[in-house]
């Protein structure tokens, strides 16, 4: 999606903000927020559907929200389409927390003990998949990022499409994300890191010598 | 966030508690589960893993080989199994790195963490990758228009984090004593790796 979450490139956002003696979480719903996406992420959905649901929020809420807001966003979106819940019994829920600000979960229910697998088991290693076909690049190679445009799910950024580069590695195999987070399968295919020198990307305005590197799918990437 | 939109929150504590009360019911949730989930972030607050890999990388030149080849048998000599994903980008007079995720808020949370608020910003992800060097200087480091600066953008599931080079001063000093001085900032690219001066002043050059 050509959507607000491509910020890469974007001007207008000012300086960075950072907050000295940061705490974990600024607030008690943060961390529920955080678990209970990992507890989708193992039962409901995988993590290319929720970044999508993040991706496919209202754009100005998506700016007005801060971060585990638009978890929350997409979370609660996920469960009602996976259809762990209906979108009526989350508004009724709602309504009944918004009149009773003091009441807590558990004043409704009790809940039982569930079984250990309630996050999966490794997040980090969930992705990668044997090869299936050799590599088509190798370092060395350069290569034209895709000028394409898909209305579904890509990690492929606006800021460098059309843009030349020099694979630098290739990483092994991954779950595609854009058949993935669309109930079209795991589509494996070759990652590379792919160098985009910053006047490639950015002409005079680049600010200096220096490069971008990008992680790249192979159906990305075009023989240049 | 409360300070940025007061009244939001009321609202979506509601709209926490009822998803919260929701997958309870329907036995996802358990009495448990979200303590279970969240404490490691919110207990460990020892050096980080990432940290101490580069506290050890600095004074065993074998260790250093290992991490910048293969970071997941790397990290497991500090406790840290199966993590294949981490790619350890080392800065060099010539070259200084800079990690972001300019898609969302990819970060390589085993080894550094969760991310703090300003690396998932729309300020931070929009100029990481344009303007690199302006950013930077906002963080408080000039870096010499003669050195590089490769940024590192997360599109894809592998996570990367910063080897800083080992600052001025260090020589001599054992890893243990170099550890408490690698910050999260100088992991991620947005700091280096400096002794207080009562420190540095305090050894030979």
Same mark, same amino acid.
Request: aromatic fraction near 8%; glycine fraction near 6%; proline fraction near 9%.
């Given at each position: 999606?050509?959507?607000?979450?491509?910020?890469?490139?974007?001007?207008?956002?000012?300086?960075?903000?950072?907050?000295?003696?940061?705490?974990?979480?600024?607030?008690? *719903?943060?961390?529920?927020?955080? @678990?209970?996406?990992?507890?989708?992420?193992?039962? !409901?959905?995988?993590?290319?559907?929720?970044?999508?649901?993040?991706?496919?929020?209202?754009? @100005? !809420?998506?700016?007005?929200?801060?971060?585990?807001?638009? *978890? $929350?966003?997409?979370?609660?979106?996920?469960?009602?389409?996976?259809?762990?819940?209906? @979108?009526?019994?989350?508004?009724?829920?709602?309504?009944?927390?918004?009149?009773?600000?003091?009441?807590? %979960?558990?004043?409704?229910?009790?809940?039982? #003990?569930?079984?250990?697998?309630?996050?999966?088991? /490794?997040?980090?290693?969930?992705?990668?998949?044997?090869?299936?076909?050799?590599?088509?690049?190798? #370092? +060395?190679?350069?290569?034209?990022?895709?000028?394409?445009?898909?209305?579904?799910?890509?990690?492929?950024?606006?800021?460098?499409? +059309?843009?030349?580069?020099?694979?630098?590695?290739?990483? +092994?195999?991954?779950?595609?994300? /854009?058949?993935?987070?669309?109930?079209?399968?795991?589509?494996?295919?070759?990652?590379?890191?792919?160098?985009?020198?910053?006047?490639?990307?950015?002409?005079?305005? !680049?600010?200096?010598?220096?490069?971008?590197?990008?992680?790249? *799918?192979?159906?990305?990437? $075009?023989?240049? | 966030?409360?300070?940025?939109? #007061?009244?939001?929150?009321?609202?979506?504590?509601?709209?926490?508690?009822?998803?919260?009360?929701?997958?309870?019911?329907?036995?996802?949730?358990?009495? /448990?589960?979200?303590?279970?989930?969240?404490?490691?972030?919110?207990?460990?607050?020892?050096?980080?893993?990432?940290?101490? !890999?580069? %506290?050890?990388?600095?004074?065993?030149?074998?260790?250093?080989?290992?991490?910048?080849?293969?970071?997941?048998?790397?990290? %497991?000599?500090?406790?840290?199994?199966?993590?294949?994903?981490?790619?350890?980008?080392?800065?060099?007079?010539?070259?200084?790195?800079?990690?972001?995720?300019?898609?969302?808020?990819?970060?390589?949370?085993?080894?550094?963490?969760?991310?703090?608020?300003?690396?998932?910003?729309?300020?931070?992800?929009?100029?990481?990758?344009?303007?690199?060097?302006?950013?930077?200087?906002?963080?408080?480091?000039?870096?010499?228009?003669?050195?590089?600066?490769?940024?590192?953008?997360?599109?894809?599931?592998?996570?990367?984090?910063?080897?800083?080079?080992?600052?001025?001063?260090?020589?001599?000093?054992?890893?243990?004593?170099?550890?408490?001085?690698?910050?999260?900032?100088?992991?991620? +690219?947005?700091?280096?790796?400096?002794?207080?001066?009562?420190? @540095? %002043?305090?050894?030979?050059?």
């Amino acid at each position: 999606m050509n959507d607000i979450h491509d910020l890469g490139g974007m001007h207008g956002f000012g300086p960075v903000e950072r907050e000295e003696h940061e705490p974990v979480f600024h607030a008690p *719903w943060e961390r529920t927020v955080l @678990a209970m996406m990992r507890v989708g992420q193992a039962n !409901a959905f995988n993590l290319d559907e929720f970044r999508h649901a993040i991706e496919r929020m209202d754009p @100005a !809420a998506y700016l007005a929200s801060s971060y585990y807001e638009r *978890w $929350l966003a997409a979370i609660e979106r996920l469960y009602v389409e996976k259809g762990v819940v209906t @979108a009526e019994e989350l508004a009724v829920r709602t309504r009944y927390f918004q009149e009773h600000p003091e009441a807590q %979960a558990t004043d409704l229910v009790t809940p039982r #003990p569930v079984a250990r697998p309630s996050q999966p088991g /490794d997040p980090r290693t969930l992705f990668r998949r044997e090869g299936t076909a050799p590599p088509k690049f190798k #370092p +060395g190679d350069r290569v034209i990022a895709r000028n394409i445009h898909p209305r579904g799910h890509t990690r492929l950024p606006r800021y460098v499409r +059309g843009k030349r580069g020099v694979v630098e590695r290739c990483h +092994g195999v991954f779950v595609f994300p /854009d058949t993935n987070a669309h109930g079209l399968g795991e589509q494996p295919q070759p990652v590379y890191s792919v160098r985009f020198e910053a006047v490639e990307l950015w002409g005079e305005h !680049a600010d200096g010598r220096g490069a971008v590197n990008l992680d790249l *799918w192979e159906s990305y990437l $075009l023989p240049a | 966030m409360g300070k940025n939109h #007061p009244n939001v929150e009321p609202y979506i504590v509601s709209r926490v508690r009822a998803l919260e009360s929701l997958l309870m019911e329907k036995g996802l949730l358990g009495p /448990d589960t979200v303590d279970r989930i969240v404490s490691r972030y919110e207990n460990d607050t020892g050096p980080l893993i990432g940290a101490r !890999a580069v %506290a050890r990388a600095w004074v065993d030149p074998d260790y250093k080989r290992l991490l910048l080849t293969d970071s997941q048998a790397a990290l %497991a000599v500090f406790g840290l199994t199966n993590y294949d994903v981490l790619v350890v980008v080392e800065n060099t007079p010539r070259v200084h790195n800079l990690v972001v995720c300019t898609l969302c808020s990819c970060y390589p949370w085993p080894v550094l963490g969760l991310p703090p608020t300003w690396y998932k910003s729309p300020a931070y992800r929009s100029r990481a990758v344009l303007e690199p060097r302006a950013l930077l200087r906002e963080f408080g480091l000039e870096i010499p228009p003669e050195r590089e600066v490769r940024v590192w953008d997360s599109s894809a599931e592998l996570r990367y984090m910063v080897l800083p080079m080992r600052p001025p001063g260090s020589e001599g000093m054992t890893e243990e004593e170099l550890l408490p001085h690698i910050t999260r900032d100088a992991l991620v +690219g947005v700091a280096e790796v400096r002794l207080p001066s009562s420190i @540095a %002043a305090g050894r030979p050059a």
